[in-house]
């Protein structure tokens, strides 16, 4: 990656920086933030950029961890954050946020924004599925939950670790991308995408559901002075389920599943009302 003066900035800095570059930009281009979990630093977040800035009319700005986050869901530092300007190929902005991923785009939404809104908040590429409840942990989706918490639609997607053409996978988001700018973004929706190895079959618009990822056990190595250190040992499981995304995804489909941002479990309000719960 070429740096360019690499500098930490606080966040007025920051600010200045976001305000020079929203006066350069035609209001009439597609402004798209991208951000990840595996780190600012992954070769799949700078396929993707490069991609994306292939597209007429688009301007791209870069906010990610400046490192592995993976598994962090849309959980937050809480605390100060230490923001580095850098230079990404085909992105007009990129900064390297000492957090989470949902702490990138945070910091992207409530100080980038100030002159011109984002369209649309990409969360990937990212190294490994997040089909199925796995979709819970994952910092991916949830970097892309925390762009729908600030009223932007958002997109995750993720691919197999290995045997999958990166280039395929740009392109699919591609495609979606001028889906949305064509026709419009669903609302308040996470589109999360997984793009499977080896010869893909098609595409599979599917629930999320069954987990492919399940610790079995925890093997102990090492157990000194009354302090424990154990190592999750953890299975791939293979889904049944053919109306799930995870089936889809193990039988070679890119799978397509509409995440809602909100958990509530309708069916039960009426129930729970029944209860005639009082306070104590």
């Known amino acids: 990656m070429n740096r360019i003066k690499?500098?930490?900035?606080t966040i007025f800095g920051a600010l200045m920086i976001s305000l020079s570059f929203c006066y350069e930009v035609s209001s009439q281009d597609y402004r798209i933030l991208v951000t990840n979990d595996d780190g600012i630093e992954s070769p799949l977040l700078h396929n993707l950029v490069a991609n994306l800035a292939?597209?007429?009319d688009v301007e791209i700005v870069v906010a990610a961890p400046d490192k592995n986050q993976s598994g962090s869901s849309q959980s937050s530092i809480g605390g100060p954050l230490v923001v580095e300007g850098i230079s990404i190929e085909g992105a007009t902005e990129a900064y390297s946020i000492s957090g989470r991923p949902a702490d990138a785009v945070r910091f992207a939404a409530v100080q980038l924004q100030h002159l011109e809104k984002f369209d649309l908040v990409i969360s990937?590429?990212?190294r490994g599925a997040n089909v199925g409840n796995v979709s819970h942990l994952s910092g991916t989706v949830g970097a892309a939950m925390e762009?729908?918490?600030h009223g932007l639609p958002a997109i995750a997607v993720s691919q197999e670790v290995t045997g999958v053409d990166t280039d395929t996978s740009a392109k699919f988001i591609l495609q979606l991308v001028e889906r949305y700018r064509s026709f419009g973004p669903p609302q308040g929706v996470v589109m999360a995408v997984n793009i499977p190895s080896g010869d893909l079959k098609g595409v599979a618009v599917r629930a999320m559901g069954d987990s492919y990822l399940k610790t079995e056990s925890y093997i102990l190595n090492d157990d000194h002075e009354g302090v424990s250190h154990f190592e999750p040992e953890r299975i791939r499981v293979q889904s049944n389920n053919k109306l799930t995304d995870?089936?889809?995804?193990?039988?070679?489909y890119i799978t397509?599943?509409?995440l809602d941002f909100d958990w509530t479990a309708?069916?039960?309000i009426e129930d729970i009302e029944s209860w005639d719960l009082v306070l104590p």
Not at 6 to 9: H, P, R, T, V
Not at 246 to 252: D, I, M, V
């Open 54 to 56: 292939s597209m007429s």
């Open 124 to 126: 990937g590429t990212n």
């Open 6 to 9: 690499a500098k930490k900035l």
């Open 246 to 252: 995870t089936y889809a995804y193990q039988h070679g």
């Open 256 to 258: 397509v599943t509409p």
């Open 147 to 149: 762009g729908v918490y």
């Open 266 to 268: 309708d069916s039960l």
